[in-house]
């Protein structure tokens, strides 16, 4: 190989890893494309001079601008750079408290949901009128309407034809009050999820 | 509001010409089938339109994805074969949609920042 030959081998090993993230479809068109451009332009030439070579190159810009732009289709969904690497997520952390407070009541009964509110209560992320409605609306979460469910589950009474009958208007009140509840829990938890994302951006 | 400053202007018009990019390479083939080399020569001999040739490329291959524009390889006399590009149907429609929304905006705009007195 010679010593022209391994300037453009280096430049398109160097394309090659920028370009690492793109599809290998995409990848590997990109290279055939560039190594054509680079064959095709030297045969335009008086000779394939080292001169000649890295004045090719110089004009096809560095490998990185190109695998840049080449990337760029790949994000059109997500906001633009500037405001992508500021952002962050919602961590996992965060995430945990606002599942155990919806549905920790239910996996460990009456406990689960204490250890979200001191997790809600512990955490930086949200401030104190965040925690208030984290807490107060509704207090156990999900545990409520599962509750209900469980309870009326055994009491309604269901004939062969397959509809049941509730024994009770209590029924449709606690009814009522649990589906009230789920809504409240699970309109916080949106809440609490949007603020934490808010707060990280 | 905040002061413009001239930052503002090299970057909007950093982004203008990166928008009007894909519709120029649209534009050069309009009428004929060319292939990346003539793409990028053709592009290159206009001041201000492209500083870093290899990323046509990129461009290329996203205008094929996005079906304005299809490939055909074929042989060369000299040097390797070549790849030529050439607009669909669909290619058509999205420069004449650009051209006739172009030719108004900058009309517009050089009535206004031209020079001389903008109600001539």
């Given at each position: 190989m010679t010593a022209t030959d391994q300037l453009i081998e280096d430049y398109l090993g160097r394309l090659e890893s920028a370009a690492s993230t793109l599809p290998s479809a995409q990848r590997a068109e990109l290279l055939t494309e560039i190594r054509t451009h680079i064959e095709i332009t030297l045969s335009h030439e008086e000779g394939r001079g080292e001169a000649a070579v890295r004045t090719v190159l110089d004009r096809l810009g560095t490998p990185e601008d190109i695998a840049r732009e080449a990337g760029t289709d790949l994000t059109v969904?997500?906001?633009?750079q500037a405001t992508a690497t500021g952002r962050r997520r919602v961590g996992a952390f965060d995430l945990v408290t606002v599942i155990l407070l919806l549905v920790g009541g239910i996996v460990l009964p009456g406990l689960g949901w204490v250890i979200a509110v001191v997790l809600l209560w512990a955490s930086?992320?949200?401030t104190t009128r965040d925690k208030l409605i984290g807490t107060l609306v509704f207090p156990g979460g999900l545990t409520a309407l599962v509750g209900f469910l469980l309870f009326s589950g055994g009491s309604s009474q269901c004939s062969p034809s397959g509809s049941c009958t509730s024994s009770g208007s209590s029924v449709g009140v606690a009814l009522t009050l649990g589906l009230v509840a789920a809504a409240g829990s699970i309109a916080s938890a949106v809440y609490l999820l949007h603020r934490a994302q808010h707060a990280a951006a | 509001m905040r002061r413009m400053e001239q930052g503002d202007a090299l970057n909007l018009l950093t982004q203008m010409r990166r928008g009007a990019l894909p519709y120029c390479v649209l534009a050069l083939l309009r009428d004929e089938q060319r292939y990346g080399v003539e793409i990028v020569r053709l592009l290159g001999e206009?001041?201000?339109?492209?500083?870093?040739?290899?990323t046509i490329y990129p461009l290329l291959s996203r205008l094929r994805r996005q079906g304005l524009v299809e490939t055909t390889w074929r042989e060369s006399t000299a040097g390797p074969p070549r790849r030529y590009y050439q607009l669909t149907a669909a290619g058509h429609q999205a420069l004449d949609a650009f051209a006739g929304e172009w030719e108004r905006f900058s009309g517009a705009v050089e009535h206004f920042i031209g020079e001389g007195d903008p109600k001539r």
């Open positions: 969904e997500s906001p633009p930086a992320r949200w | 206009v001041d201000g339109m492209v500083t870093s040739e290899g």
